[in-house]
């Protein structure tokens, strides 16, 4: 049986960070239409599985927006329908919830486990205090820290933590880093997202950044930020298994790895995406309304704003390059008819071979998006 993920895609937020272009709604909390979200998620979840009927449910992911705000009775509710409506037969489902730091009080903690949640990811993204306020986040340094340590006491079987990397700030900008990355790996967590800041165009921060207030780091500045976490997090016992991602064993997120191994996914809720394969190779990804209100006001088949449609040979290139961001590479086989792309990934040192298996360097982590452009061209 092929496996599937489901993304449920929660929208509200308290406010909105200088830095995020995502699909939220900022909605005082005693405003958010807690039922009428609900229900329109589980009404698109019946109207969508009985044509994914037949596939393996590996996990559930419910992302945000802030899902930390959602009630733990309706965090229930949608994990429970999902998993009747795919019958899932695994006892060990990956169900994963993403939490702001300031929501995980003792009390909601118990509330998401009992709600089913088996894996927390918290927005810790820095601890120090300068960066979070850049980033508009909404908590401060040091309860970050508590949060992680509070839900690693929690009884969850994963704890992850999110990190970003190249904030502008006053010093030195890799001593930073060190310091939120001691601070955070030190708090426990199993597994750490790591990301690279990214000024979205029309985002406050980026609007900063052209007013000359705040400096993006240079390219080698964050290359040796890049190499000090990858060998901070590696002396601490965490597997650096994918570009952005840091496990320790066992650990290693089970619905991101389904994206790099470009698996199907059903994503529910607005601007939620999906993917499916359909017989003979080709495939189709699709992405909801972006706005809540479109969303909530569309009827349930009618939720889709784009469609695209996947040739097998983009689904090819897409295997390949997406493998390729993950330490476990792909299968030798995958370059049939590709000989120069992978003499020149060799012969550069971006990749080296494993056995049958050919597998990003550090420098090919690097330089990964660059990889991907060159897989994407090779293909014609
Ligand atoms: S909490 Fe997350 S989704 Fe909400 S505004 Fe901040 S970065 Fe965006």
Redesign the pocket.
Known sequence: MEPLGVYVHYPF?R???SY?D?P?AVVPEPDIPHDEYRGAVVAELHARAPALAGRELVSIYIG???PSLARPSDVEAVVAAVRAAFSAQRSKLEITLEA?PVDCTPDRLEAWRRAGITRLSI?AQSADPEELVTLGRDHRMGEGREALARAAGAGFESVSADLILGVPGPGNAGKRALRSLDALAGSGPDHLSVYELTFEPSTPLDARRRRGEIAALGEDELEEIYRLCHSELGSRGYEHYEISSFARPGHRAVHNSLYWRAAEYLGLGSGASSFVRHPGGSGERWRNHRSVHRYLAAAPDERIAERDSLSPADLRADRLWLGLRTADGVDERAFEGRSKLLAYLLDTGLARRHENYIRPTLRGFLCADYVAQRVIDDRW
């Open positions: 937020c406010s909105r960070c995020c995502f939220i945000g927006g802030t702001n927005g």
